[in-house]
């Protein structure tokens, strides 16, 4: 079964960091892009991030490029999303999604809430 | 890059098509044949409906349908049912490489 489980959410405080994991099962995140997407409280989706799964290359949103660093480990078979700088604004559900112009399958999420 | 526009609410009686409409620019839903549309039912995580602008994902029904003209994308929904309130969001690959989502459209079912 294909599919893909976020970890690593949490409380911090404003300016402070914090590093989700994405593991995936089913299938080789070498094989297909892996993208980050978030969705804040009651808010929309906001596309973050992708990875390539046969390069290093990664693209990121205008809103988290400097700040945040998407990052595959091969060998543990999961990606990762390194967030410094956090802002009350990134409280969010982040989500992890397998594609290249389509997004599927999503994990369930992890919540991320940045509050003093 | 600026959220895609899309109608804060559809609503239509059983039975009934809607579209949701979904503008960008030229810079993404005008220049790539990319658009892709989730659902996201109450409290679960979205789902992809339709991707490449008209193809239906694997189990979709076909009562789902994409298209594009210039600028705008649509899905439609023909015979409406209860089972459709959701949430509906449309994805353009776009500038720089990167994608954007759409502002969300919820779906009412009368």
């Known amino acids: 079964q294909v599919q893909v489980v976020e970890s690593g959410g949490g409380l911090v405080k404003p300016g402070g960091s914090l590093r989700l994991s994405c593991a995936a099962s089913?299938?080789?995140?070498?094989?297909?892009?892996m993208n980050w997407i978030r969705q804040s409280p009651g808010k929309g989706l906001e596309w973050l991030a992708y990875?390539?799964?046969?390069?290093?290359?990664?693209t990121y949103a205008d809103s988290v490029r400097g700040r945040f660093t998407i990052s595959r480990d091969n060998a543990d078979n999961s990606v990762s999303l390194e967030m410094t700088g956090l802002t009350v604004e990134d409280t969010a559900v982040y989500y992890c999604?397998?594609?290249?112009?389509?997004?599927?399958?999503w994990g369930q999420g992890t919540s991320v809430a940045v509050s003093s | 890059q600026s959220a895609l526009t899309q109608p804060a609410s559809v609503s239509g009686s059983p039975g009934q098509s809607i579209t949701i409409s979904c503008t960008g620019t030229?810079?993404?839903?005008?220049?790539?044949?990319?658009v892709s549309w989730y659902q996201q039912l109450p409290g679960k995580t979205p789902k992809l409906i339709i991707y490449?602008?008209?193809k239906r994902y694997f189990g979709v029904s076909n009562r789902f349908s994409g298209s594009k003209s210039a600028n705008t994308a649509s899905l439609t929904i023909s015979g409406l049912q209860t089972e459709d309130e959701a949430d509906y969001y449309c994805?353009?690959?776009?500038?720089?490489?990167?994608?954007?989502f759409g502002t969300g459209t919820k779906v009412t079912v009368l």
């Open positions: 999604a397998r594609g290249d112009y389509r997004f599927d399958p």
């Open positions: 089913g299938f080789r995140v070498t094989d297909d892009y």
């Open positions: 990875i390539s799964g046969s390069s290093d290359f990664a």
């Open positions: 030229n810079s993404d839903i005008g220049k790539y044949d990319l």
């Open positions: 490449e602008v008209t």
């Open positions: 994805c353009s690959f776009g500038l720089a490489t990167t994608f954007v």
